[in-house]
């Protein structure tokens, strides 16, 4: 199936509100730790569908209309986010560590990059 644009953006799109979620302490006390909606959501579920929306941008960027730039940073905070989440899976066990603060910060760094 060949997607549009417009089905590349959303996804793009979504890839990034993704990434907000993983950049956001507060929403992550809510959501992940607390369960307090509107949204259902856990950590588990965002690396899930971080790591398979994230392969098939990097894998073909070029048509996602991603920058060479934009590239770099997407990937070097997908390589430490793996890194990560191979040993982490419990919010309330990291949350306040200095190595999820690192992978708030290049969340961030991929968010401005995006100018999301």
């Known amino acids: 199936m060949k997607l549009t644009e417009e089905d590349k953006n959303y996804i793009l799109q979504e890839h990034l509100k993704h990434i907000s979620c993983i950049a956001d302490k ?7 730790i607390k369960g307090e909606g509107p949204q259902v ?13 994230c392969d098939s941008i ?12 934009q590239y770099d940073v997407l990937k070097l905070f997908r390589d430490r986010f793996r890194v ?5 899976n419990h919010p309330h066990e990291f949350i306040d ?14 968010l401005e990059e995006f100018n999301y």
């Open 26 to 32: 507060e929403y992550q006390k809510r959501v992940w």
């Open 41 to 53: 959501d856990s950590f588990e579920d965002t690396v899930c569908d971080f790591f398979t929306t």
């Open 58 to 69: 990097l894998e073909n960027y070029k048509d996602f209309k991603v920058t060479g730039k």
């Open 84 to 88: 990560f989440s191979d040993k982490n």
């Open 97 to 110: 560590s200095p190595e999820w603060e690192q992978i708030m910060r290049l969340a961030t760094e991929v």
